[in-house]
């Protein structure tokens, strides 16, 4: 693997050139990891649109609660348990090393959990703009409804910087010793400078992905686990190389 560059700004064709040399390191592996997470992410769903059909419009029974929020967990594991696997796996393969299946199948409780609290933070500042931006746009609409439109706008830039600066938070989670807004905090600090070429790795990761799934949906198999190696060497272009938590090298 060649050397990271270290000047601080993002070089997305880096990235992109390491991140597919990456998944070449174990592509089988990838691929029957990411068909294990899309195998097991379609049947909550099956079992959710079962259970929703047989509830209807009638107030669900302690049952039906009891499963819905059983399959609502599940989903949450799943994803979690993918999101470290993946970024476990193209991490090792971005070493020059390559990984085995176990790597991406092992689960790490405090890594998943430190994701879901990372999660949570996010989504309640997102809560929290969209409130603000609720509220300043009906106090706006007594005076004239076309000012309504500012708060709109507002909430548009703020929601759409975010996303951007905040799109390497699972990996802050897992491999820096950070609390919940501190860990936004250094996604801030560190994308900033290099916000606009975020943008350009956002639109290349969303062209392979739209690539892989017009190939009737099983490019998805390869579209996927690539855009994971090449976000993972994105994150290590601008955060560093360092497991600050041993996530790669813990049993």
């Not at 509830?55 to 039906?64: I, P």
């Not at 399959?71 to 999101?83: A, P, R, Y």
């Not at 689960?107 to 703009?129: K, N, S």
């Not at 600066?165 to 900033?192: C, H, T, W």
Request: glycine share 10%; proline share 3%; charged share 15%.
């Amino acid at each position: 693997m060649s050397e990271t560059p270290t000047d601080g700004r993002l070089h997305v064709l880096k990235a992109v050139e390491d991140g597919w040399t990456a998944f070449t390191k174990a592509p089988w592996t990838f691929v029957l990891f990411t068909l294990l997470l899309g195998v097991l992410t379609i049947s909550f769903q099956v079992v959710s649109a079962i259970v929703s059909a047989f509830a209807g419009n009638v107030v669900m029974n302690g049952g039906e609660i009891v499963l819905t929020i059983a399959i609502l967990l599940g989903s949450w594991i799943v994803s979690l348990w993918g999101v470290t696997g993946m970024v476990r796996g193209s991490w090792i393969a971005l070493e020059g090393r390559k990984p085995e299946f176990s790597d991406f199948i092992r689960w790490d409780g405090r890594a998943a959990g430190r994701v879901f609290l990372r999660w949570i933070a996010l989504g309640i500042c997102f809560a929290v703009i969209g409130a603000v931006c609720v509220l300043a746009g009906f106090g706006l609409g007594q005076l004239n409804e076309l000012l309504i439109i500012i708060p709109a706008v507002v909430a548009i830039v703020l929601f759409t910087y975010l996303s951007v600066n905040q799109k390497f938070l699972p990996y802050v989670a897992m491999l820096e010793e950070k609390g919940p807004i501190e860990s936004i905090q250094r996604g801030r600090s560190a994308v900033d400078p290099s916000w606009w070429w975020v943008v350009l790795l956002l639109m290349v990761d969303s062209i392979i992905i739209s690539i892989g799934a017009l190939l009737c949906g099983v490019g998805l198999l390869v579209a996927a686990p690539v855009v994971a190696c090449i976000t993972t060497a994105a994150y290590r272009q601008l955060f560093g190389t360092t497991d600050g938590l041993a996530l790669i090298s813990s049993d």
